[in-house]
């Protein structure tokens, strides 16, 4: 299975990014820069974690922006799967290709833990391999990660399954409206979460919750 | 040459962290009476543009992409 992981400057979680999804495809991923306008034929194109272009302005803002973000567009309209996680996330929101925003957490603090995530809808490319309500474990390392969206947009991401990640049993580590921490579009193939699921897919991570996610989106069989 | 002020505050109804510890540090210096403070961002722009009328809406076209998040933001632009 192909994948490619975008390259901006300020990111910093890329070779975690890396190292995961050539430990799960068995095949490194293609990097693509911020200037390149056009990202080769893959089954997933990820956008890790970090800090692109220092927070400045919003985080993910100036990101959203690059050409490259347009190339990631059009591959997410022509059905390319994409997972933004952490930066990668508030880069997807800001690009508009996921709905809503990512505010500064609540408690004004950076918090950089473990948190407990309940799979919200495991009848998505991206959870198949979980079940339906299990609960995982992965590490959240974000300032900006509380998730909102206004009234009706929040409902039709509730009524058609878009939730598919929320914080459980009493985790939730930045204020985040119904404790959302992943969505997918309406489309079902563009995902976006805070916690890292490429930092827990191997026992020397001290524990693998995080496996099934990428191994879902590359359709490799358990 | 045109100046213009844009400024970029949160909209009603989204949580502003930031403005609450604001407000909590204004009554902690003993400013009693403070109501509800909310943060936002000021930019000052200049353009080369001479026409007032253009330099508006090119103003308008900077904060719906780029300068302010409509999702959460409202902007307003100053020609000063």
């Known amino acids: 299975m192909k994948s490619a992981v975008v390259l901006l400057p300020g990111l910093n979680r890329d070779r975690d990014m890396i190292a995961a999804l050539t430990k799960i495809s068995g095949t490194p991923p293609v990097t693509v820069w911020q200037t390149d306008t056009e990202i080769p034929d893959v089954d997933l194109i990820a956008i890790p974690g970090g800090f692109s272009f220092g927070d400045y302005l919003r985080c993910g803002a100036i990101a959203a922006r690059m050409p490259v973000m347009r190339a990631v567009a059009e591959q997410a309209a022509r059905g390319v799967t994409v997972i933004g996680v952490c930066n990668g996330f508030q880069i997807l929101v800001e690009a508009g290709l996921l709905p809503g925003a990512l505010m500064r957490n609540t408690s004004l603090k950076f918090v950089c833990r473990q948190v407990k995530l309940q799979v919200a809808n495991a009848n998505t490319m991206f959870t198949r391999r979980y079940q339906p309500g299990q609960i995982i474990r992965t590490p959240v390392a974000h300032h900006d990660g509380n998730y909102f969206a206004d009234a009706d947009t929040l409902a039709r991401l509730e009524g058609e399954g878009q939730v598919v990640f929320r914080y459980a049993e009493g985790t939730n580590p930045n204020g985040s409206i119904n404790d959302i921490a992943g969505i997918i579009n309406e489309k079902g193939n563009v995902l976006g979460l805070m916690p890292h699921p490429e930092n827990l897919i191997e026992a020397a991570h001290g524990g693998n919750d995080g496996r099934a996610l990428f191994e879902s989106a590359l359709g490799i069989a358990a | ?80």
Do not use: W
């Open chain 2, 1 to 80: 040459m045109i100046k213009a002020r844009i400024t970029v505050t949160l909209k009603n109804g989204v949580l502003d962290p930031q403005g609450k510890a604001i407000e909590h540090a204004l009554s902690g210096l003993g400013f009693g009476g403070v109501g509800a403070v909310r943060q936002g961002k000021v930019f000052d722009v200049e353009l080369a543009e001479g026409d007032r009328a253009k330099a508006e809406a090119d103003l308008k076209a900077m904060c719906d992409k780029l300068l302010a998040n409509t999702v959460i933001e409202n902007y307003s632009v100053t020609l000063i």
